[in-house]
Each structure stands twice: as C-alpha cells, then as structure tokens.
C-alpha cells in the first residue's frame, strides 16, 4: 500500500499550497511514482494539481487525480448521505494509490463550498484513506497568541476525530513573532510543529495576473516580463520628477494612458536598474502614440506594459484584494516557495516520520532533488560565477537563491550586472537585508576590487618560474577566469562555475595554473551525470583528457567512482572497449585490460569490469550471453570511455537521441572545485552543477579537517610531554 499524507487546513488564506509543494518534493527524493489526489475541486482544473502535474511529472490521467467537484458532492451528499459520498471518494483515491508508491492529498480549500463541517470531512477521509495529516494554520496578520491558540486547537481536533498527525505547520507568521511560536509550541502539541514565516514574494501577484484580473491588453512585454512579481502598486499622476522618487523596485506603476512622460521615464529608470519596476499599466482605455510605443520597446525591452478601459479608481478597486498564486505558470514562485520549506522546516524529521522506504533505483528526478539538499546541508558555500552578465547563468542564480542552495558571488562591474537584471525583471536579493541563515548574492568588479593588488602579486609569486612578473600579473587577474580562481585558492569563495561563453580552456587552465591536483589524483578527468527516463549513469573522461593511458585510465576510473558514490549513485565500474572479456585483442583492448587490473590492485572494493562493450554493461539480457555471472555486466552505473573521441561523441549522442540531461562536466582531482559548463547549458544545467560544486567544496573541506584531525592530535601530544 502507498503511503499518504494529506496536508489540510482549518480556514483560507493559510497558504497551504507552499507547504503542498514542499511534501510533494520530499516524496519524490524517496521514490519514483508519486500520485497526487484532489478530493474536492472548484471547475476542470485545479492550479495547484497542475502545478504538481507538470513540475513532478505525474503521468496518471488528469481525470484520475480528482473525485468530484464541490457541486457534486453536495447533491450526492443531500440524496444519498455521506457515506455514499465517502465511499466514492475513497474508491477513486484506491484507484490512484494502486498506481503509485505515494500520495499527496490535497483537502479542501474552505472556499465557497455546500460542504457542511469541512474540517470533520478532511479528518474522515484522511482516516478512510489510511493518510498521515499534516495540518497547516494560518499565520497571515495573526498575533503570536492567536497563532500559538490556533495551532493546539487544530491538533486537538484532528486528533479527537482520530487523525494520524504527522506534524503540524504554522504558515506565513510574521517574521518578527517566528521565533516566540516556535518556543511556545516545543513539545506542545506532542508532535513536531514548523513555524514558516510569511515572504510577501509568495503573496505577490505576477504581472500576468494583475493583467487577468483585470481584463488588460498587452502592448509590450514577453512571457519572462508578464512573470514578474508586483510587488507594491504605484499611481502615477505627478509630474516625472516626483514620480521616480516614489518607484520602488518590483512596484507595478499605474498611470493614466495619456501620460507618455511618465511611461518613458519609469521604464528609462528601470532600464538603469534604479529602480527595476515590475510593469506599466495604463488606465482610461488610452494608448500612447506608435512613436511613443517603439521608444519604449526599445528602452526596455521584454518589460510589460499593458492598458486597460477602465479609470485608476476602478482599477485600483479590482487589485485591492489580489494575492499572488502557486501556478505552472509562475515557476519562480515555486522555486521561492520551495526554498522558504526547505530553510524553516526540518525536511529530515519529517521524511522519517512518514517512513518511506527510500527506491533503490536513482532515477533522474531523485538525483537532482537529492543533489539540492546535499548542497545546502549545514553551513551554505559560496560559489563564484565569473559570467556575470550572462543570461543563463543570472537566471540560474535566482533560482539558486531562491531555494537557498549558497551563496553566489558574480563578476562583472556593478553597474552592467544591474542593469541586466533589470532587462531581465531578475531578483537577487542583493539590496536586502534578509535573515542570516538565506543565500545571498554579490557583485564584485575584478577591475576596481581591492583585491586586485593581493591576487597581482599571489599570481605573480605562483607563476614566477614562467617569468610572471607583477605588473603583467596585475593585468592578467582582472579576467574573470583568474580572478575567480584566485578567489577560491584564497578561501574567499569555495568553488567557482563558469564556461557558458568561454571555452574549457579558458575555464580550466587557470585552476591548472593556480589550484593544481588534489595529492590523491594523478590527473584532473571529468564526468557527466547522464540522467536517463528511468536512471542515472556516470561517463568517464568526455571533457579533459584526449588520449589516457593505462595508468591514467585507471586514475580515471578510480575518481569517476568516488565521485559517482559521493552523490548516491552506487558505483559498478564498466571499463569499455570494442570487445568483451577475452573475445578480442590489439593495443587498444590491452590499454583498458590492464587499467581493468589496475583499478582491482588500486580499489579491491570496487566493482570493476573489463574490457566490456556498451551494450554489455547496461543490459542484462546482452550481459547474460556476453559475460554471464559479472557482478557488473547489465548492471554498470559508472562507464570509463577508453578515450576522449569516444567519450564526447557517446555522451553527446545519448544526450540529443536519448533526450537525457547532461550534467557536467564535472571536474575531478583538483584540490579545489572548478567546473566547467557546456557552451549550450540550459539554466537548469547551470543550476545542477553549480549544486555540484558546492557539494564538491563540503567534501574537499570535510577531506581537509579529517587530515589536519591527527596532525592536531599529534601537536597536541607533544605539547603535553613537552
């Protein structure tokens, strides 16, 4: 039977589908097929389930994850009874949960239902269905008192009508009450409760909503610019002096459509970045001039302004009660929401309460979940990204920070990083003063940074014996490749990401240069997550190193291993070659038939196979007649390309035939962590290995203390004889 958790509520407003969104994401780190089930719904479709839908790539019938409508169950409840009524819904959840290994019950949403005592209906189901409740109370403009009152009494009543409580969630309390709940809700009730504080990003309407509510017309603007949040409405009717002094960033400005000036100047302001404002909406049904309309395009391209029939009052009227919603349409929300569930609750604790077995299979979705959190475990590294004007890469850092994975540093000089992210209506946070325990991000201009002298004369003491001299030096690290890499040999950042418009040499060759190979690797190799439909592999070398030999070759192998179990894949090492055990010979088979026995000397723990073609190694019915009774055979997760030439083209072909998701390279046997990116990385690939590289930097610090523990040991001991 699945296991199920049914998050539920006692009223509106409470916020609930953030917290639907995190438990969604902790199923799914822990098993491959997780169902979702909306008992009771308002029309078709339900945002929320959507959402669920696409993001977590629930392949059940849309038709199978609801029971019935509110209208529905209210007729069938007055002719038939509840238990009429009940029997349906259960009959309808069984038929989802026979398809999966979890489920996420999503209760009513006490909003204009016929449903009589909705909080006895959700704790009845909850019971019928055999799902572990997770209550979420509403903290929205409550006192700490009311909160506190609150969340005992809906623990009281779930559990008097025989719920199964897993946990109980306080949601959006007032920051400044947090920590007081907190306090006086440990150990009352008896079982864990999370108290998230409210983030006015999540209640923050987009641009594409206000635009919905109220009816508008679209002038300008593309899909990213209508996803903007608005922060805070702007009515404009002052003259353009005294207009910019009241614009705020994210705020949606709305002004009478006859007030060209005030159209121009806002978005010239933004185009600045001073400040970067969410929109323009125009009221009383008039358009500004083609000319006037064109000069705005061109100021700020990509930023919405909309125009609507209706006076300022009016409209003001119609945004007064708007709030912002979790849909798959506003994937930044998401990201927002899932980072605010991930920082306040803990995600362990309440894995293990819901006992969920974890899949021995690592499937692709498992993998990426699983790599976030193993990122921003205990402290947050900081990562620099030198290409800080880069579109991909700044949108992958709003994703990063949003859901609280590090710290960012980026490169490039303040005024350029600014003012792209206003073309793009990007946040990062970098004005604010959030709590300490939230990723934060940076800008630092290697031409003006005062640490341009300090790294002139590190680099020129490094690379002396090459004639290095100071002045050359103080040249050479304002590129951001250098300066990057300076800046984690320094400590001053933990690993460094770039490559999406430089190439691998210009990447690579400065942490060769300056970081150098860790003491244990005989060579820096890389590898690439591959993530298939249904699992993922590990390619070894594609990226570094074009022809290795034997010895390397096993070097190879012995890290793209360590690496693999470093990020939960279990590693079945697969040495490859044209042929398959003793079938063949020549140069070739012979290189990766003596790596195969190096790497059983070096690592007599590993699983190691060799020479094996592809085909071997990851089916088990070719394994069978090709190499019957291997420990790795049909089995390999980690595959060693015997070169370069072959190891580019097979990730490649896999990637664009197969449409897996290439993660890397991923460099190893540096000291530190320096990774390169393709050229053509996506935001979500930019996104992974910047995850990656923090991962790398805790366990190269970890390395580091369990090496200097002994040697501290041993002074210490000599201390005292002393």
Do not use: W
């Not at 969410?278 to 700020?300: C, F, K, N, S, Y």
């Not at 984690?488 to 990447?507: I, N, P």
């Not at 595959?639 to 290439?662: E, I």
């Amino acid at each position: 039977m699945a296991r199920s958790v049914y998050v539920t509520g006692i009223g509106r407003g409470d916020g609930r589908q953030a917290v639907e969104l995190g438990v969604m994401e902790l199923l799914t780190r822990q098993v491959d097929r997780v169902g979702v089930f909306r008992p009771l719904r308002h029309g078709h479709t339900d945002h929320v389930v959507e959402l669920l839908r696409g993001r977590y790539r629930v392949d059940l019938p849309t038709e199978e994850l609801y029971g019935l409508s509110y209208d529905e169950a209210a007729a069938l409840q007055a002719e038939r009874g509840p238990d009429e009524l009940v029997g349906i819904l259960v009959e309808r959840f069984r038929a989802v949960e026979r398809q999966c290994q979890a489920v996420l019950v999503l209760g009513t949403d006490f909003a204009s239902t016929s449903i009589p005592d909705e909080l006895a209906v959700n704790a009845r189901l909850a019971n019928e269905f055999g799902a572990l409740v997770l209550p979420v109370v509403g903290g929205h403009r409550e006192t700490a008192d009311a909160v506190v009152a609150e969340v005992r009494n809906a623990h009281r009543a779930y559990s008097d009508l025989g719920c199964s409580v897993l946990a109980m969630v306080a949601n959006r309390v007032a920051g400044r009450d947090k920590q007081e709940v907190s306090r006086r809700l440990t150990g009352r009730p008896d079982v864990p409760v999370y108290v998230i504080p409210d983030e006015p990003a999540l209640s923050a309407p987009t641009v594409a909503q206000v635009v919905e509510t109220t009816g508008a017309e679209v002038l300008l603007g593309d899909a990213s610019g209508l996803a903007r949040d608005v922060r805070r409405f702007v009515f404009g009717g002052a003259m353009l002096p005294n207009l910019l002094g009241a614009l705020s960033e994210g705020c949606l400005l709305i002004t009478p459509g006859d007030r060209a000036d005030l159209l121009v100047g806002s978005l010239a302001a933004h185009s600045a970045g001073s400040p970067p404002i969410a929109g323009v909406l125009l009221t009383m049904g008039q358009h500004p001039d083609g000319e006037v309309m064109r000069l705005a395009a061109r100021i700020a391209p990509g930023t919405p302004v909309a125009a609507v029939a209706t006076g300022s009052f009016e409209t003001a009227t119609s945004l007064s009660t708007l709030e912002g919603k979790l849909t798959a349409a506003s994937p930044r929300k998401a990201e927002t929401a899932l980072g605010l569930f991930e920082l306040h609750v803990d995600t362990a604790e309440l894995t293990s309460r819901i006992e969920l077995s974890r899949s021995e299979r690592v499937t692709p979705m498992m993998f990426e979940h699983e790599l976030l959190e193993r990122a921003r475990g205990g402290a947050l590294r900081e990562v620099v990204l030198p290409e800080g004007t880069e579109e991909r890469v700044l949108r992958a850092a709003e994703v990063l920070l949003r859901r609280n994975v590090c710290h960012l540093t980026l490169l490039g000089p303040d005024s350029a990083v600014r003012r792209r992210l206003a073309e793009l209506g990007l946040d990062l946070g970098l004005d604010r003063e959030d709590a300490p325990e939230r990723a934060r991000a940076r800008i630092i201009d290697p031409a003006t940074s005062p640490l341009r002298d300090r790294f002139a004369e590190l680099y020129a003491e490094i690379r002396r014996h090459r004639g290095m001299t100071v002045e050359a030096a103080h040249d050479v690290v304002t590129d951001v490749s250098y300066f990057g890499t300076l800046m984690v040999q320094e400590g001053l950042a933990d690993g460094m990401v770039s490559g999406a418009v430089h190439s691998t040499a210009a990447t690579i060759r400065p942490a060769f240069e300056i970081i150098k190979t860790s003491p244990g690797a005989a060579i820096v190799s890389s590898v690439f997550f591959m993530c298939l439909a249904d699992r993922v592999l590990v390619y070894g070398d594609c990226a570094v190193n074009p022809d290795p030999d034997a010895e390397q070759l096993a070097d190879i192998a012995v890290q793209s291993a360590d690496t693999a179990a470093r990020f939960g894949v279990e590693p079945r090492v697969a040495m490859l070659s044209y042929s398959t055990g003793t079938s063949g010979s020549g140069v070739d088979v012979d290189k990766v038939r003596k790596a195969t026995e190096l790497v059983r000397r070096l690592r007599p723990d590993l699983m190691v196979e060799g020479p094996i073609q592809y085909d071997a190694a990851v089916e088990p019915d070719v394994a069978a007649t090709k190499l019957p009774g291997s420990a790795v055979a049909g089995r390999a997760t980690v595959l060693v390309f015997p070169d370069l030439n072959t190891g580019n083209n097979t990730y490649k072909a896999v990637q664009r035939s197969a449409g897996a998701v290439a993660v890397g390279p991923v460099l190893q046997g540096l000291r530190k962590p320096v990774n390169d990116l393709s050229r053509g990385a996506l935001v979500q690939d930019i996104v992974n290995t910047v995850a990656i590289t923090a991962c790398q930097a805790r366990s190269a610090q970890e390395a580091l203390q369990s090496e200097q523990a002994p040697q501290a040991e041993q002074a210490a001991g000599k201390e005292q004889q002393s």
